[in-house]
């Protein structure tokens, strides 16, 4: 799906796609993905429809390929020399009113792909599997360096702990996530329980 | 707010009071928050309207009042004498089936709450803030018997963290939570958290 998809994007020039991108994103926020139409999306870009389908095949690619598009570059790439200054370096990314939005389209795409197969299967593969695949590369460098045990069973769910520590945040606590809460939390609960 | 429904529905039988909460969370699995009218609650359980609302006040009261009443008793009412024992009584209390029927719903209300003003309210002073008192008193007789520190910050985060593994085990892993998953997370995250 990747290559195809990369094959098809590569007729239009990357701040074209930028630009598209942008403007799924836009529209999502207002309307939200099961109102968002491919309709909407070639109005607001002044695109074909039928550009839109051939570049992208469908609007759960292409509404996922624009969040991946938005994520500040790769987990791996962070590298300090230690998991708990790569954790850090991972917050710091972003502000503390970017993530409240990325949160909030995480949040709008995670709900919505409850009825939505084709965009389960998207964002499956487009967005949550390479975060798994990036984070054991993070975790397996800590792993060489001697910080984690390769058998420390909580490695298989840093992701369901941070996904966790994002979602409750909002409807246990009513307060956005921020980048002092999530570092508490990290503290708290993702160092101690891989045992760093 | 839960003295004055608790005055109001006094007016009803308890058989009556569970048929109703169980017509409401069919028809919320039917059709979902949004969709959901007090019409149809209305005919469905054979009642008035003025009924609905003079027992319940709102749809959103009525939905969150039938969720709890679904829930198996209250957290804090398991003692078996250690943390790890209540956690897993805990677990215990609903096979896969009705795990996976009640997070569904838990998910489907906890999507709602986002677009929902009202629904966020009752959900957090209905189910959310008494599961957090139950839970501190199964944490403080823990501290109480000395299996945790009473300065361990994971004390704050064990309802992020489970809400965590529930919600993240649909979307990361494409599976329902079972009995076995939770376990595993309990023992590979929640407990090494804890230092127990």
């Known amino acids: 799906m990747a290559e195809t998809a990369t094959a098809r994007r590569s007729r239009i020039t990357p701040e074209r796609e930028a630009e598209l991108y942008a403007a799924v994103l836009d529209l999502l926020r207002e309307v939200g993905y099961d109102a968002l139409t491919m309709d909407a999306v070639a109005a607001r870009t002044k695109s074909s429809k039928a550009t839109l389908y051939r570049q992208w095949g469908s609007k759960a690619e292409l509404v996922v390929r624009a969040m991946r598009h938005s994520k500040p570059g790769n987990i791996a790439d962070i590298d300090t020399g230690s998991l708990r200054g790569d954790f850090l370096a991972l917050l710091a990314r972003e502000d503390d009113c970017v993530m ?44 060489d360096r001697g910080e984690i045990r390769p058998d420390n069973p909580a490695m298989d769910y840093v992701l369901h702990m941070v996904i966790g520590g994002f979602a409750a945040r909002t409807f246990i606590d009513d307060l956005p996530p921020t980048q002092e809460f999530l570092r508490k939390y990290f503290e708290a609960v993702v160092f101690p329980a891989l045992g760093v």
């Open 100 to 143: 409240e939005q990325n949160s909030a389209l995480m949040r709008a795409l995670a709900m919505a792909v409850h009825s939505n197969p084709d965009l389960l299967k998207a964002f499956r593969e487009l967005l949550i599997e390479p975060e798994i695949v990036e984070m054991r590369k993070v975790l397996q460098r800590a792993v």
